[in-house]
């Protein structure tokens, strides 16, 4: 090491006794690296990955996905320091630094009367982060679809740091969405929209078929299946024609801050966490939340503060799985039938409402989202939160359900998202895997970038697994 790069660490550390433990917002992920650097500059990124290529590099952004995409017990890069902003007016493009946060790109965008095509429920995460999990709201694309360029900190075939650009072709499919197995991610391009108003309004459903039916006029609506009622409360939301905030938007935003974001969840942690009460919970869902909400009330406001919610003020762990359209009634049933089977049974009471969102197909690699090889179909992302503590009753359900539907409907688990700790054979559904891993290793020909989490999930030998398939599945079926 350097003396003239010290500067660029971040505390104390040297070795593992003397370091400063990290941990990610749901607090199940807690680890110490040998180092941990913040550098400033892509010379110095250069430098940490040249003297270290003979370990593990991993990358943090804000630390908010729930698995240990994140972990590495030798080196960590945070990007904090890159966090340059550049609009492009001309060719309707934003470049952000890795680090730049999403809210603060929103609000440098809105100043200029311009948002992102697409966004998630939160703003917290960096720009690199989101898309290197393919974070997504509803109705749209995820994010990591409408990346279209790169800057990648990453290797050369006789192991020399380089930094490489990516903007077409297989490696910007890798690159999209690649969890970070490509490489550092310096920098990001996309392409920006008009800002744009959304009206919504909350309304009942009785089942599923009866909530999607209003997709076609309510585009980008997200649903939560509601636990032990199984009703399905519609967070209808399309493209408002006027670009115009309503006079109830501030009193809306105030409401659902109060009533959903605080005094649900705070209802929640008393039912299910502080008093353990089956019966408390089954009385949240089928009486007094249903009488918190308006259908009748309908707002209309910027994108940005209509599709964001303040999601990350309790801390919670959470799991998603994306089934296509063709399976997602089957799926939402399996699931039903296994929540339902375990509240009966009294071993485990699901406390917070089924998020489902629908996101539409890309041709990345390996995003959750991805139709690569397959024929193109909508996705839709069904989510399972707990707040509760000790989380182990909801990991052995979560595990059992993550299993399920990835056996019968192939399903694929959010890659920034709680992962079961066994070989759930979450990464079978992805036809472009064996792409995506030949070009990671054009781009990491010695696996530094490559953690545990990664070699479970994403093996390298995956070409070969594949053929390994093949000629046992030919060998069967002769
Ligand atoms: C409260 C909350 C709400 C959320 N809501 C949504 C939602 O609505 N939709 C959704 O899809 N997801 C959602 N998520 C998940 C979240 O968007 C993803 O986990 C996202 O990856 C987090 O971004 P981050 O900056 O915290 O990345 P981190 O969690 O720090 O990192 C995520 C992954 O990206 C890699 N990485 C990060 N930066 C770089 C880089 N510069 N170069 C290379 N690799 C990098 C990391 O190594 C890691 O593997 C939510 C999470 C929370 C906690």
Request: charged share 25%.
């Amino acid at each position: 090491m350097t003396g003239g790069r010290t500067r660029t660490r971040r505390g104390d550390c040297a070795d593992a006794s003397g370091g400063r433990p990290i941990s990610n917002f749901g607090g199940n992920i807690r680890f110490t690296p040998r180092r941990r650097y913040a550098p400033r500059t892509e010379d110095e990124v250069l430098q940490i990955l040249n003297d270290h290529r003979d370990g593990t590099i991993r990358v943090v952004g804000a630390g908010h996905s729930w698995n240990p995409g994140i972990k590495t017990r030798d080196v960590l890069v945070d990007l904090t320091h890159f966090h340059h902003i550049r609009v492009c007016g001309d060719t309707g493009f934003v470049t952000a630094g890795a680090g730049v946060r999403i809210g603060a790109l929103l609000k440098h965008l809105s100043k200029r009367g311009l948002t992102l095509p697409s966004i998630g429920l939160i703003d917290r995460q960096t720009i690199a982060g989101a898309v290197a999990t393919g974070t997504h709201g509803s109705g749209r694309h995820s994010m990591s679809h409408y990346v279209a360029s790169m800057r990648i900190a990453c290797y050369r075939k006789d192991g020399e740091a380089r930094v490489r650009i990516v903007d077409a072709g297989r490696e910007l499919r890798a690159a999209r969405c690649s969890v970070g197995a490509m490489g550092v991610v310096l920098e990001v391009a996309l392409p920006c929209v008009p800002q744009y108003f959304v009206r919504e309004r909350c309304v009942w459903r009785p089942g599923l078929t009866a909530a999607l039916e209003s997709e076609v006029e309510a585009p980008l609506q997200q649903l939560y299946l509601m636990p032990h009622a199984w009703t399905v409360l519609v967070h209808e939301r399309s493209v408002a024609a006027e670009a115009r905030r309503t006079g109830w938007a501030a009193l809306y935003r105030a409401y659902w801050l109060t009533v959903i974001d605080v005094a649900l969840h705070l209802c929640v942690k008393f039912s299910a966490s502080l008093m353990r009460s089956r019966r408390l919970v089954h009385l949240l869902y089928r009486r007094l939340l249903p009488a918190f909400l308006f259908p009748r009330w309908r707002v209309t406001d910027r994108s940005d503060r209509q599709l964001l919610m303040r999601h990350d003020l309790f801390r919670h762990l959470e799991m998603e799985a994306f089934v296509t359209r063709e399976h997602l009634a089957a799926a939402v049933d399996f699931v039903v039938e296994v929540l339902r089977r375990e509240d009966e049974r009294g071993s485990y009471v699901h406390h917070y409402p089924i998020c489902i969102r629908r996101v539409l197909p890309d041709d990345t690699l390996i995003s959750m989202a991805s139709c690569h090889g397959m024929q193109e179909q909508d996705w839709y992302a069904i989510s399972l939160i707990t707040l509760t503590e000790p989380r182990e009753p909801f990991q052995r359900v979560a595990a059992f359900v993550a299993e399920g539907l990835s056996s019968r409907f192939r399903a694929r688990l959010h890659w920034g998202k709680w992962f079961p700790p066994g070989e759930a054979g979450v990464e079978q559904g992805y036809p472009g895997l064996g792409e995506f891993v030949a070009t990671c290793r054009q781009f990491d020909p010695r696996g530094v970038f490559r953690n545990r989490f990664l070699r479970r999930t994403i093996p390298s030998n995956r070409e070969q697994v594949t053929a390994e398939q093949c000629l046992t599945h030919v060998v069967r079926t002769c």
